[in-house]
């Protein structure tokens, strides 16, 4: 791999984690473009390193958060950081569920499947266009709504879907204030990325050689400083209703994916 490639699928991860328009799919629109070379021997460790990026992006945006939540925990009372936290909890039953039982299918429908992408990209732009017109609300997240935005978690596995489209579009549409959508909406995945990364160390399959090290570092650097833009830039988004921008954007990435396939 060389260094600007590593920069350039670090950026992408990093904005596309946080903005409505699909990080998986845009890493595989990246790798296609790139072309197979741009992949290492290494991927998965690759792939790691730039969740990792990502996750740590969102603990130093929501620290104040996190921390309050953390100290509510140890208050060992049912009070509101308690049950958001539980919240939380609540919302990685449905995704954790649906990887676990689903892992080998969805890891299928990853390499170059860019017909997948495409459609599923468009199927994002109509999530955000239609939580776009929903009413302002001042309505907290409910653990019904928690598990239904789990639910819309796990659905996002599928490239193409974007996580964060989908679960701020799910529940604004369920009446949630936008701003406490966004704020749960990104806090949700910490805990799901952090499993996540364990699996993977876990199962043995990561291979690591000081070659290697260069574009790691970089793509680290690269995803993080564009994750902390994109955190903050998306919680402006969502506060002023301005998803609208991003649906067509996935509609015109989605039409040209799908073109693209079919030349």
Same mark, same amino acid.
């Given at each position: 791999m060389e260094i600007i490639d590593a920069i350039i699928l670090g950026i992408i991860q990093?904005?596309?984690?946080?903005?409505?328009?699909?990080?998986?799919?845009?890493?595989?629109l990246g790798k296609a473009i790139l072309g197979s070379d741009a992949i290492p021997e290494e991927s998965l460790m690759f792939t790691v390193v730039l969740h990792f990026a990502t996750a740590l992006s969102t603990i130093v945006v929501f620290r104040k958060d996190i921390l309050d939540i953390i100290k509510g925990l140890?208050?060992?009372?049912? +009070?509101?950081? #308690?049950?958001?936290?539980?919240?939380?909890?609540?919302?990685?039953v449905p995704a954790a569920i649906i990887g676990y039982k689903y892992e080998t299918?969805?890891?299928?429908?990853?390499? +170059?499947?860019?017909?997948?992408?495409? &459609?599923?990209?468009?199927?994002?732009?109509? #999530?955000?266009?239609?939580?776009?017109?929903?009413?302002?609300?001042? =309505?907290k997240v409910t653990f019904a +709504?928690?598990?239904?935005?789990?639910?819309?978690? $796990?659905? &996002?596995?599928?490239?193409?879907?974007?996580?964060? $489209?989908?679960?701020?579009?799910?529940?604004v549409l369920l009446g949630i204030d936008k701003t406490k959508a966004a704020r749960f909406s990104f806090l949700m995945v910490v805990?799901?990325?952090?499993? =996540?990364? &364990?699996?993977?160390?876990?199962? $043995?399959?990561?291979?690591? +050689?000081?070659?290697?090290?260069?574009?790691?570092?970089?793509?680290?650097?690269?995803?993080?400083?564009?994750?902390?833009?994109?955190?903050?830039?998306?919680?402006?988004?969502?506060k002023k209703s301005k998803l609208t921008y991003f649906a067509i954007y996935c509609a015109i990435i989605g039409v040209i994916a799908i073109i693209w396939t079919q030349l």
């Open positions: 990093g904005l596309t984690e946080f903005l409505p328009v699909s990080s998986s799919g845009h890493l595989e140890f208050q060992f009372k049912w +009070n509101e950081d #308690l049950q958001f936290s539980s919240k939380i909890v609540l919302s990685m299918e969805f890891e299928q429908l990853f390499g +170059n499947n860019i017909l997948l992408v495409g &459609a599923m990209l468009i199927v994002t732009a109509v #999530l955000l266009f239609l939580a776009d017109k929903a009413k302002e609300t001042d =309505k +709504n928690a598990f239904i935005i789990g639910i819309a978690q $796990g659905i &996002a596995m599928l490239p193409g879907i974007s996580r964060s $489209g989908a679960t701020i579009s799910t529940s805990p799901l990325i952090f499993g =996540k990364i &364990a699996k993977d160390i876990l199962s $043995g399959e990561l291979t690591y +050689n000081t070659a290697s090290f260069s574009y790691l570092s970089v793509g680290f650097l690269a995803a993080f400083i564009s994750g902390l833009f994109a955190c903050t830039w998306m919680i402006s988004i969502v």
